[in-house]
């Protein structure tokens, strides 16, 4: 196939795929968690393929070092440091750090804004 973006509606449905495949990895990780490792593969070949990002919901949920599927608990766990997620795959070792200062300055932002509103609404 042609290399560069792919139209919308081939997109959609590489997402929808990519959905369907984390969910049966979910699914099926207690059970065969190789089947599930796999679910990942084929999901980030279809990523890569149609040039799309695999789908927000997800993407924390596998490791970006060695690819497998990771479940909260059973083989990664979540810590917050330093205005980072950590999430240490217990496969590799790897930890993926996700900041979110992002979240923190727009709460912070709200926070400001509904001051203002409150101290205009008492001129
Ligand atoms: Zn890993």
Redesign the pocket.
Known sequence: MRRGKRPRWMIDIAQERMDILFSLAEKEFSVNPLRSHRYVELARNISTKYNTKIPLKWRRRY?K????FLQTGKNSNVRLISSEVHIK?H????IMKIPYIKEKKAKRRAKLESYLIQERANE
């Open positions: 490791c070092n060695c690819h497998k795959c496969e590799c070792n790897h």
